[in-house]
């Protein structure tokens, strides 16, 4: 089970890095070789399947979606706690909903990740 200091610790670590667009600490929460799939990975990436692998894949995407949307921004909602998961509920820089779901290893990287948009 995740403990709720690490979950919060993790959740404002990764919405900071986010906000500031610092990339390099996005990606040091994550394995090598995480899997993420988005809804927008089709659109940005091309990627029919809706799912990249790794930190190279993941860096070009999310360079990507940085140039397109300098505004992006991040403001937790509620942190949803698992056994080796958690959710992080967000408000955008759009004022949309989204959520993301992180599975976690033993060294408590993710490995893998979701995201989860409403279609407000």
Do not use: C
């Amino acid at each position: 089970m995740l403990e709720s200091s690490f979950a919060k610790k993790f959740a404002d670590e990764w919405v900071s890095a986010w906000n500031r667009h610092d990339l390099d600490s996005v990606l040091s929460h994550y394995t090598e070789d995480f899997e993420f799939s988005s809804p927008f990975i089709p659109a940005v990436a091309g990627e029919p399947s809706g799912i990249l692998v790794g930190h190279k894949a993941m860096r070009t995407y999310w360079s990507k979606a940085l140039e397109r949307r300098p505004d992006l921004a991040f403001k937790i909602i509620k942190v949803l706690i698992g056994v080796n998961s958690l959710i992080i509920y967000y408000s955008r820089h759009d004022s949309k909903i989204g959520a993301e779901y992180f599975e976690f290893n033993k060294d408590h990287r993710v490995f893998r990740s979701s995201a989860h948009y409403a279609e407000q």
